[in-house]
């Protein structure tokens, strides 16, 4: 939590020193002025716990440079050509609706004249800001699991690759343990961060001496009917089914596959939202195994 704490921190601080000097000089040296720091997360909706741990990740670090100082300097705020600055946060809620983040984006700078926005969260979310932010002259700096955004030639923005590493690996370590020898994967096509998880699975999994019987790959963005996926994976009689989505595919993923019958374990690249509890039911979910994980 620690280490996470200071990356945070010292990447907040890069951010926001590259902010200073994207926005025109202050006109009252030696005054404290206000930085206004962007936040775009999903605070509301099915993955809410992933925005809300990025917003107090950021709180955290912006509470501390206002009061202490970036590293080697002495608060209160930062410290830049003579001139200090105070932090403040001004978020957008994008409700995890890629369409919104764009939306997000310009409205930060309209309402607030951001020049950096912390977030948001998936590939397909950072890419819909990056449509936007060099026009609106916005550092981003976005949270994804797959590198294809360091590949896109975007001069403001600086990315942190969540390491797909860090649910596939022990996630197909656990499979082994619980004594399962085959399984098939239902990853969501339309992100490469979790496609890339289920080949982190599928590759230990394998070096361990079991074996993926199928590998699917749907657009969870567009399917809303898992039914005829489920029956063919299930013709395949695995011991489990790992499945690499986000709430709410996941729970339609696995609503399905209980209605055609599957009746074995599954296992989850990421913890289960409340809602999902309900609409699955905690019966049928016995015996499956889970990832769970936060900024903090």
């Given at each position: 939590?620690?280490?996470?704490?200071?990356?945070?921190?010292?990447?907040?601080?890069?951010?926001?020193?590259?902010?200073?000097?994207?926005?025109?000089?202050?006109?009252?040296a030696?005054?404290?002025e206000?930085?206004?720091?962007?936040?775009?997360?999903?605070?509301?909706?099915?993955?809410?716990?992933?925005?809300?741990?990025?917003?107090?990740?950021?709180?955290?670090?912006?509470?501390?440079?206002?009061?202490?100082?970036?590293?080697g300097?002495?608060?209160?705020?930062?410290?830049?050509?003579g001139?200090?600055?105070?932090?403040?946060?001004?978020?957008?809620?994008?409700?995890?609706?890629?369409?919104?983040?764009?939306?997000?984006?310009?409205?930060?700078?309209?309402?607030?004249?951001?020049?950096v926005?912390?977030?948001?969260?998936?590939?397909?979310?950072?890419?819909?800001?990056?449509?936007?932010?060099?026009?609106?002259?916005?550092?981003?700096?976005?949270?994804?699991?797959?590198?294809?955004?360091?590949?896109?030639?975007?001069?403001?923005?600086?990315?942190?690759?969540?390491?797909?590493?860090?649910?596939?690996?022990?996630?197909?370590?656990?499979?082994?343990?619980?004594?399962?020898?085959?399984?098939?994967?239902?990853?969501?096509g339309?992100?490469?961060?979790?496609v890339?998880?289920?080949?982190?699975?599928?590759?230990?999994?394998?070096?361990?001496?079991?074996?993926?019987?199928?590998?699917?790959?749907?657009?969870?963005?567009?399917?809303?009917?898992?039914?005829s996926?489920?029956?063919?994976?299930?013709?395949?009689?695995?011991?489990?089914?790992?499945?690499?989505?986000?709430?709410?595919?996941?729970?339609?993923?696995?609503?399905?596959?209980?209605?055609?019958?599957?009746?074995k374990?599954?296992?989850?690249?990421?913890?289960?939202?409340?809602?999902?509890?309900?609409?699955?039911?905690?019966?049928?979910?016995?015996?499956?195994?889970?990832?769970?994980?936060?900024?903090?």
């Open positions: 939590m620690k280490k996470r704490l200071l990356a945070v921190l010292i990447c907040f601080s890069l951010m926001v020193a590259s902010a200073l000097m994207l926005s025109p000089a202050s006109a009252s030696g005054e404290m206000t930085l206004n720091y962007g936040v775009i997360a999903p605070v509301t909706g099915p993955v809410a716990k992933f925005g809300l741990g990025l917003l107090r990740a950021v709180q955290i670090a912006t509470d501390r440079i206002n009061n202490n100082g970036t590293l300097n002495n608060g209160p705020g930062i410290l830049v050509n001139q200090r600055y105070k932090i403040k946060i001004v978020s957008y809620d994008d409700k995890f609706d890629p369409a919104m983040d764009a939306i997000g984006l310009r409205r930060l700078s309209e309402r607030y004249d951001v020049k926005v912390q977030g948001p969260i998936a590939v397909p979310h950072v890419m819909s800001a990056m449509s936007l932010n060099v026009e609106l002259g916005i550092l981003l700096g976005s949270q994804a699991g797959s590198d294809s955004l360091q590949k896109t030639g975007n001069p403001l923005i600086i990315h942190d690759r969540i390491g797909v590493e860090w649910a596939g690996i022990p996630l197909a370590e656990g499979a082994i343990a619980q004594g399962w020898k085959n399984g098939c994967i239902v990853a969501d339309s992100n490469p961060g979790w890339d998880q289920g080949l982190v699975f599928k590759k230990r999994f394998e070096e361990l001496g079991g074996k993926i019987l199928s590998y699917e790959k749907p657009d969870a963005s567009m399917t809303t009917d898992y039914h996926i489920m029956t063919k994976v299930k013709a395949k009689d695995p011991d489990f089914i790992f499945i690499s989505m986000l709430d709410p595919q996941l729970a339609v993923a696995t609503l399905h596959a209980r209605d055609i019958g599957y009746s374990p599954f296992i989850f690249n990421s913890e289960l939202s409340t809602e999902t509890e309900k609409v699955v039911g905690l019966k049928n979910l016995e015996g499956s195994v889970l990832n769970i994980w936060q900024y903090l």
